[in-house]
């Protein structure tokens, strides 16, 4: 027979119950926070790395300029490197990710993976004026017509880059190189309907000026040790920097292959100047796809890596070879 006083202290059932569905959930809440956790450190861990050989893939165009154009081949004036900004273009709109620095705030470029928001805003600043001077100089000598495609071709590539729509920056830019499509085939047609590049060197000289202006701009991002008002480069912006910069080598990189072909004759008899279109073409090429991990802000004296600086090398290069260019030209 239990004792009364025993009985008495035993807690009710549905007390217990309570206690034993506590210690559950609690349990279960516990579990639950140890998941998301294992989750978070893996996509922090796997995505930046991901992301990486994604990019590195990405900065590879999947068509080389020389095996388009293999040499003796016959081919119109104008249309190599018109081909070649066309092609640029549309590798970045038909990428995976598509065009970055207009996505939607929630997952856009200043949330999480800003790289390539930040070279392709390089890539159309190089674009934009690379389209100008092939507008305003290369197929135009004074008095002559502007070519029709190539003048919608520079509007439509001068759209605001990070607008998301009403139009977007992906119609625009798709339309702009279109247009490029259109001159290209122009170049084709007998007679031909679109303006061939004149080859004179002088409107060489333009793009190159034009070109050592935007890596002017590139190179002081690259190689100054504090913002405008003397605050620190933050880590958010240091890698804004490198990337953009890496946008503008990109683009010329290709062009500059393009325009030798086109100025192919001129150079093979100015050995001079051919020696300087590869030392640009390698210092370009180094540059567009420099691609470290984590971009760091090492000082001068640090055993830490400033991959602006190691990046600035090779833009300063190619940049003073384009000055050494220009001057021969002028000869």
């Given amino acids: 027979?239990?004792?009364?006083?025993?009985?008495?202290?035993a807690p009710p059932a549905d007390l217990c119950y309570r206690e034993k569905m506590q210690r559950n959930c609690g349990n279960e809440r516990g579990g639950v926070v140890l998941i998301l956790l294992v989750v978070l450190a893996v996509v922090f861990t796997i995505g930046p790395i991901v992301l990486h050989f994604g990019q590195k893939s990405h900065n590879q165009l999947p068509e080389v300029v020389e095996e388009r154009y293999p040499p003796g081949e016959p081919f119109v004036h104008g249309e190599i490197f018109a081909s070649m900004l066309k092609t640029i273009v549309e590798h970045e709109l038909d990428g995976t990710t598509g065009w970055r620095p207009n996505d939607f705030f929630l997952w856009g470029p200043m949330l999480f993976a800003d790289n390539n928001a930040n070279r392709q805003l390089g890539i159309i600043q190089a674009v934009r004026e690379s389209t100008r001077v092939l507008k305003d100089h290369l197929t135009k000598i004074s008095s002559d017509d502007y070519d029709e495609n190539l003048v919608k071709a520079d509007t439509f590539f001068r759209n605001d880059a990070e607008k998301f729509w009403f139009p977007s920056a992906e119609s625009r830019f798709r339309t702009g190189a279109a247009r490029i499509g259109d001159y290209v085939a122009g170049?084709?047609?007998?007679?031909?309907?679109s303006k061939p590049m004149n080859?004179?060197?002088?409107e060489a000289i333009r793009l190159f000026q034009a070109w050592t202006d935007?890596?002017?701009a590139a190179h002081a991002n690259l190689f100054k040790n504090k913002e405008a008002d003397g605050s620190a480069i933050m880590p958010w912006k240091n890698d804004n920097y490198f990337y953009h910069a890496q946008g503008n080598a990109h683009v010329m990189y290709h062009l500059v292959q393009a325009l030798a072909l086109e100025y192919g004759k001129e150079l093979d008899n100015r050995p001079t100047v051919k020696q300087l279109f590869d030392e640009v073409t390698d210092a370009l090429g180094k540059a567009a796809v420099l691609k470290p991990v984590v971009i760091l802000d090492g000082g001068s004296a640090s055993i830490i890596a400033n991959h602006r600086r190691n990046l600035e090398v090779y833009i300063s290069e190619a940049r003073q070879k384009m000055y050494s260019i220009r001057e021969e030209l002028e000869k």
């Fill in 1 to 9: 027979m239990v004792p009364i006083a025993a009985v008495r202290r």
């Fill in 187 to 193: 170049l084709q047609t007998d007679p031909p309907t």
């Fill in 199 to 202: 080859l004179r060197n002088v």
């Fill in 214 to 216: 935007v890596l002017g």
